[in-house]
């Protein structure tokens, strides 16, 4: 049975109609073509789906529409401001972070979700966070310096 | 060399040259002024007479537009290996124009000049000098140009942003866009003006950032499985459980009652397809399709012995002297086997493909290494001439050899027809590890020999299925004899192996150089030298001593005689020109038998570097990935089914296993261009298996060296072949 579901996505009210147990991703992708968001195991192994959801990290492929009503999505088209790139963007960009760019959109969500729960990450930290998150460029160290420098940036905003 | 053969597919059979005009060409080319043009030819007419080559007329890799914007064609692909970069510098330097004016379009096969494919770290290498070659000329006739233009001799103006001013009155002065615009000029150099010399570079051999950086972050570069057309379709394919499984019969009944599914059978393909993926997937889930059990037998313990016993004849890859006096002159021999298994290419793109049909034209948007051969591939599957199908090329999520053949295009393009939709095809993860070209699992048998002065004397060497890219020796070996026995495409392919095999980043070179070096540390050992003083000795080339020592000046420890305890390691290659030695530091936990790489040290030489953080990046992927093969990675198969279906099984590098790296990039801009997406990581294999005999003591002789036989081999005192 298809159901209707409201949430707000990127900062906008969106409405959906359709089967409660299909995937965030898929209606992202297809429904909203939204396709920032990247499809690559399907089965919550790799975090190229990740999303916020109330500024939680979640796996988009692993994410049932009806649990999405009323919340708030963030996706990797959302994080600007304005047309300004987050300082997450900015960093990834400065440590040229990434190769083929495919794991980056699931890269940077999760970063930023590791960064509000821990505005000032040990390299460590960052490690163990992102523990689930797969690139198969190898631009992991890169990652890392650019969660860093993000951090810090983020830090000076905030002060 | 047989393993490095594109096989083309057959242009000249399918192409029916003369119904794209001038007019169209033009039109296809968009906005901007075609400068230059000479002759009326169509780039498809122009690609019909060169189709194994690169054109002249240098109106096929670049345009000036209006807005004094240059656009750059390539055939190539940008996979995340950053030629859309290092292809921008060379041209924004040559041209003289800023380099943040250069747009790159790549991969379309109506709009770029015809290539091969995006393999073998051949880009720069290949692509580069024409590339080059047509941005000089374009600057010599614009300077014609503008002396006509300026009525000012040619000697006494000068190029800066793409201006051209005359030099003692700088207000005097035309830009490229300016003179070519609403131009026709037809205008061709009979002698090719010499290209700038790397002392006058002021873009190109600079650390430049990826330019496809900002759309990367932001979402917006578009992938194949990215494309949106109206009224497109998603479709699925029912697919055997296992490689040589046949279809016993079908029950689609259930998927029918799925509302707007649209199933299609066409001789063993059925597909559904959907305006939704996963109702796709729902929908291929209820269709009943039992097949009948491959008649394959083989599985990962088995395999090697049926390679080994499946090989015949035997082609020399290279020989000097003679063996028999060779084994005269030693004092020791030495008689080892290598082994490594299968590995998949795993990108983070599945196979992806989207494909439109209007009348008898098809538009084919494909995540694949070759547009130009995925093109030929379609034309013959719809059975339209070459230049009424177009294949274009978005952002390729990886490659690594694993998306040089386009089924999924075919796929694509034939569900397009018969649904008369646009219909995408993306494979699921499970799709992409059963259809992948493995890397071959290979044996290397290698037989060799020293004099009492610790030289090598003679090197006999076997390579099974490896293929035999980076085996000659490049040490000092009078009498050596290198035989291939298959590669990764050649002989052997599709009877030897119980599933499709191809090249991986690097291919044979990973398993020749893990093999050789491998090798060289237990002479090494036996010689009581240290690796490196080993190396060195038995050296005369000067590039690899060169590297050799910039390796070890950055690695600062110093090499004792192994086992050291230390789990310190070497590895040294040429891969295609690219010259390089990798260093590691390795800690075990013999508990668990896990390897933990500290620190690798990579020094190259890949002759004048385009983009020095470009290198950079790929050196630190090629490490990182390499990882995943010398520690973890091997398909798990039995039967014809593959068994490792996800990457829960399959398990590829992550954060916790990244080591320091460090890169030492050699100058050498004397020599052109080398490759440099692959080669560092063909020596990890031999590095890290090195660096772990130097701190157990024991000599792992297989790929990858999983905790289990990392264990077994502590357990026992020696690795076991399996
Ligand atoms: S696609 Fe969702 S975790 Fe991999
Ligand atoms: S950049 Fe390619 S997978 Fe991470």
């Known amino acids: 049975m298809e159901k209707t579901f409201n949430f707000n996505l990127n900062g906008k009210t969106v409405r959906v109609t359709t089967s409660p147990e299909r995937m965030l991703l898929w209606v992202l992708r297809s429904d909203l073509e939204l396709t920032g968001t990247k499809y690559s195991c399907g089965e919550g192994f790799c975090g190229a789906c990740t999303v916020l959801i109330n500024d939680e990290a979640v796996l988009s492929c692993q994410y049932p529409v009806q649990e999405v009503n009323g919340k708030e999505v963030t996706t990797i088209e959302g994080l600007q401001d304005n047309g300004k790139l987050h300082p997450l963007q900015t960093a990834f960009m400065l440590h040229n972070a990434l190769q083929c760019g495919f794991c980056t959109p699931g890269m940077i969500l999760g970063a930023h979700n590791l960064l509000l729960k821990n505005p000032q990450p040990t390299s460590k930290e960052i490690v163990e966070a992102m523990e689930g998150y797969l690139c198969r460029c190898g631009s992991y160290n890169r990652i890392i310096e650019a969660i860093q420098t993000a951090a810090q940036t983020m830090k000076g905003q905030r002060s | ?43 498809a007419l122009q690609q019909a007479r060169r189709r194994r080559g690169y054109p002249e007329d240098f109106n096929a890799y670049l345009r000036i537009g209006e807005d004094g914007r240059v656009t750059c064609f390539s055939g190539k692909i940008e996979m995340g290996q950053g030629v859309i970069t290092s292809f921008a510098q060379m041209l924004a330097e040559e041209l003289d124009v800023p380099l943040n004016s250069v747009d790159m379009i790549m991969g379309d096969t109506s709009l770029c000049p015809w290539d091969a494919g995006t393999f073998g770290s051949r880009s720069t290498k290949y692509f580069g000098p024409p590339l080059r070659q047509a941005a000089a000329e374009a600057r010599t006739v614009l300077f014609q140009l503008a002396a006509e233009h300026l009525r000012t001799a040619q000697e006494k103006m000068k190029v800066k942003d793409g201006i051209i001013f005359v030099t003692k009155n700088p207000e005097k002065k035309v830009s490229y866009a300016q003179l070519t615009k609403g131009k026709k000029i037809e205008r061709h150099l009979e002698k090719k003006p010499p290209i700038k010399h790397y002392s006058q570079h002021t873009i190109s051999g600079k650390p430049t950032d990826r330019l496809d950086g900002r759309a990367k972050v932001t979402g917006e570069a578009k992938f194949a499985g990215d494309i949106r057309l109206p009224g497109m379709l998603y479709a699925r394919i029912v697919r055997p459980p296992a490689h040589g499984a046949k279809l016993k019969n079908v029950d689609t009944s259930a998927a029918e009652n799925i ?161 008369e939709k646009p219909v995408q095809v993306a494979w699921s993860r499970k799709e992409e590890f059963f259809y992948d070209t493995f890397r071959p699992a290979a044996i290397i048998e290698i037989r060799s020999g020293l004099n009492s002065l610790n030289q090598i004397v003679f090197w006999e060497y076997h390579n099974y299925f490896a293929g035999s890219r980076s ?111 990798t260093m590691a530091e390795v800690k075990i936990d013999e508990k668990k038998g896990e390897i933990r790489v500290e620190r690798v040290v990579c020094a190259q030489d890949t002759g004048e570097v385009i983009n020095p953080e470009g290198v950079r990046i790929q050196i630190e992927g090629c490490v990182t990935m390499g990882l995943g093969y010398c520690l973890t990675e091997e398909i798990r198969f039995k039967n014809g089914r593959i068994l490792d279906e996800n990457f829960d099984t399959y398990e590829i590098p992550r954060f916790s296993w990244q080591p320091k790296i460090e890169t030492v990039l050699l100058d050498n801009p004397e020599m052109p261009p080398q490759g440099c997406g692959e080669p560092a990581i063909t020596s990890m294999g031999g590095v890290i298996t090195n660096a772990v005999y130097d701190a157990i003591g024991i000599r792992m002789s297989v790929l990858p060296m999983t905790p289990a036989r990392i264990k077994e081999a502590l357990r026992n005192g020696r690795a076991a072949t399996q």
Request: hydrophobic letters at 40%; aromatic letters at 8%; a neutral charge.
């Open chain 2, 1 to 43: 060399m047989k393993d490095d053969e594109f096989i083309p597919f057959d242009l000249e059979k399918n192409l029916n040259p003369g119904t794209l005009d001038r007019r169209e060409f033009l039109k296809l080319m968009g906005g901007g002024i075609v400068i230059l043009f000479t002759v009326g030819d169509s780039l």
């Open chain 2, 259 to 419: 509302k707007d599914i649209q199933i299609i059978r066409n001789e063993d393909m059925i597909a559904v397809l959907h305006k939704h993926r996963d109702v796709a997937d729902k929908a291929l889930g209820l269709i009943k399709a039992p097949f009948e059990p491959s008649t394959n037998t083989q599985d990962n313990k088995s395999i090697f012995k049926h390679l080994k016993g499946s090989a015949s004849g035997g082609e020399i890859v290279t020989e000097a002297g003679n063996l028999d006096e060779g084994k005269a002159l030693a004092s020791k021999t030495f008689d080892e086997v290598y082994f490594n298994h299968y590995v998949a290419h795993a990108p983070p793109e599945n196979h992806t493909a989207v494909a439109k049909i209007e009348g008898d034209k098809a538009t084919v948007w494909a995540s694949t290494q070759a547009p130009f051969r995925a093109q030929g591939d379609v034309a013959q599957a719809l059975g339209f001439s070459l230049q009424n199908v177009r294949v274009i090329t978005p952002f390729v999520g990886c490659g690594f050899g694993g998306k040089n053949s386009g089924r999924q295009v075919v796929e694509a393009a034939l569900l397009a027809k018969l649904s």
């Open chain 2, 471 to 581: 085996s000659q020796p490049f040490y000092n070996i009078p009498h050596h004899r290198v035989l291939s026995y298959g590669g990764w495409g050649g002989r052997g392919g599709g009877r030897t192996h119980p599933f499709g095999v191809g090249a991986w980043r690097g291919p044979g070179s990973n398993t020749n150089v893990f093999a050789i070096e491998s090798h060289i540390d237990v002479m090494a050992k036996s010689a009581g030298m240290d690796p490196l003083e080993f190396r060195l000795h038995n050296l005369t080339d000067k590039r690899m001593k060169k590297v050799l020592n910039a390796a070890a000046e950055k690695f600062g420890r110093s090499f004792s005689e192994a086992p050291s305890g230390k789990g310190y390691g070497i590895a040294c290659t040429d891969y295609l020109g690219t010259y390089l030695a």
